[in-house]
Each structure stands twice: as structure tokens, then as C-alpha cells.
């Protein structure tokens, strides 16, 4: 491990003190195995400490750090500065309002999801014991349960940033999860929610969600599966 | 609490899936573009022969034959693009849809290149 100089230009924003966002340039020392959020801690610990970011698990599981660097969405917890080189360009997710600094608000994005009712629904009485599931049908959920509600998926999708009333890829793939577990019987009402010009239909195949997503998850294979299924049903 | 104005995000860097897209919209709205041109042309045929007769003499020059070639590229790779978007939607095609980009977007070129040959015949090159 050695020490190296960097230059991070961060995208600052006081509430009450600055009319509109300005950049702000640190030139500091790191080392060189750092990841982004050490970067900032760093500048957060030594050099400012106004600034204002979130984290909290440093493992890639909470979701609470996903920010814009050098124009791509990331985790800053998982991810090694010596990917974007010695200049770092750190900015707050695209499309939402910002509270302080890094850190926006994010009551639209989990409002859209609770429009699509992320719980098992169910018209049947519950089993005694636990549900049964054949391989065959968690294999049809798969990966999509793996979201971590980051929002780096719909920060980066372009159908998202003019429209805030679309739903966002986060929200359809918490759509699809529950839509094709076969335990849940709520299938028909998400349907319905998702068939809108807002909904599903919005999905342009852009596939930054994608590029996005620090699950590695197929967000857009699972939005098709659930435009098929939507047709399906109105057939 | 900053407010963001809602637009297109241009310091976001550009996938392959993006720069499809992007494109694909361009491409659309050149070819609306061209459409109300081609009833422009087509209307000038309501003022008699001979006045459809000089524009289609004005079409014909190099500029126009020059410009026909990009319409036939704008519109493969509208078709094209188009075809790719329908097969990652129903037939699975988000698996691979760089390389589904990269192999439409080459046919699309070969078919480009063989129709710009067949309208730059058409031209009246001037003698020199």
C-alpha cells in the first residue's frame, strides 16, 4: 500500500447558505487501495467536516451511499478510487432534490415503491408452517430479490429524470419480485399499477439501470419478463 | 432543499445501450423531419407538371443524392435499432443486447453501403 495525491471535486450544497450548488476541489492524500467512501471520510475527518454524505454498513448491503463519480452511479463503499484515476468527480444522484451536499431526498423514490405494494399479498389463509417453494419457481424470482433499494438504478435511468412521476426500474423490479412469487396473490392489482405510460411502458431499454445497479442485477431482462406478462393478462 | 431541474442529465456517461437509444430518438425525429419534406415535394404535383418536374430536377442534384444516402442510413438504423429494442423486449434479448447492437447496427451498415451505391449511380456527375 502507498500514498497517493488526488484531486476530488465534489458538488457542495448548504442548505440555508448557498443559492444553488457550487464545486469544491480538495487535493489530499490517500492511500492508493482506498475506496471512495474512505476518500470521503477522509475529507469528512481531516479537511471539512461539513460535509454531509451517507453511509453506514461499509459493505455493500445497505444501500445508504450511492452517489455519481466521474459520471457513473456507484456504491462509495465498494468501490476502489484506482477505477476512475487520480481525478474523482463526486456529485449526488441525478433526478433527486438535494437536502445537503451528497446526500438527496429520497421520499419520492420510496413513495413509488410502496405504490406497488412491496409485501406478500395473500387471498388464501397462511400455512401453518412456512411457505413451500420448488427450486423451479425462487429460480423465476431469482436475482431480483437481491435489490438493495441503493437507487443508483433510477438515478441513472434518463426515462426517470424528466418524469417524476414514472416509477422508476427499483420500483418494477420490486414489482416483478412479488408478481412472479408464487406465494403472493396480489399479482392482478401490481399489474394494473405498472400498465400505465408511467409504468412499465416508460422502460426505453436504455439499460443504465443496468450498468447501474452494484447488484449486477438484470433489471431490464426482468422489466421485459414483466411487459410479456402485462400483455399476457390483458389478452 | 435544492430543487433539480428535470431534464436530460448530459454529464452522465453514455453506455451502448444510451448512445442506442439517444440515437434512435434522433433518428425519429429526422424521419418525421423527411416526411413532412416528402409532402412538400409530393404537393408541388397540384401545381401542375411542370412545376413538380423542376423540383424533382432540384432533388436530383449531388447535394440531394448526397443527403438520400444519410435518409437511407437514418432509416436502417431506426428499422434496425427498432428490431433490437422488439427482441430484448420478447425474445429475451437483454442478455445480449451490446452484442445484438453491434451485429444489427453492422448489417445495417453493409445495407447502407450497397444502397448509397445504387442512388450515387443515379447522379449526374458533371463532365470534368
Known sequence: MAMIDISVKILRYQPGKDEKPHWQVFNIAVEDESTILDVLNEIHWQ????????????????????????????????????????????????????????????????????????????????????????????????????????????????????NSEYLGPAALLKAYRFIFDSRDDGADQRIEIVNDKNGVWRCHTIFNCVEACPKKIKITEYLSRLKVKVVENSL | ?????????????????SWAWILHRLAGLALIFYLCLHIWVINSLTHGEAAFNNVMAFLNGVPFKLLETGLWGVILFHAFNGVRIVIIDFFKGSLVHKKLFIVLIAVAFILWALGSYLILQHVQWRAG
Open chain 1, 47 to 162: 479537511h471539512d467536516g461539513t460535509l454531509a454524505y451517507r453511509r453506514s454498513c461499509r459493505s455493500s448491503i445497505c444501500g445508504s451511499c450511492a452517489m455519481k463519480v466521474n459520471g457513473r452511479n456507484v456504491l462509495a463503499c465498494e468501490t476502489p478510487i484506482h477505477r476512475f484515476g487520480r481525478k474523482l468527480k463526486i456529485e449526488p444522484l441525478s433526478g433527486f432534490d438535494i437536502i445537503k451536499d451528497l446526500v438527496v431526498d429520497l421520499d419520492p423514490f420510496f413513495a413509488k415503491l410502496k405504490r406497488i405494494r412491496p409485501y406478500l399479498i395473500l387471498d388464501k389463509p397462511a400455512p401453518d408452517k412456512e411457505f413451500v417453494q420448488s427450486p423451479e419457481q425462487l429460480e423465476q424470482i431469482g436475482e431480483s430479490t437481491l435489490c438493495i433499494l441503493c437507487a443508483a438504478c433510477s438515478a441513472a435511468c434518463p426515462s426517470s429524470w424528466p
Open chain 2, 1 to 17: 432543499m435544492y430543487k433539480r431541474t428535470r431534464f436530460y442529465d448530459f454529464t452522465y456517461y453514455n453506455f451502448i445501450g
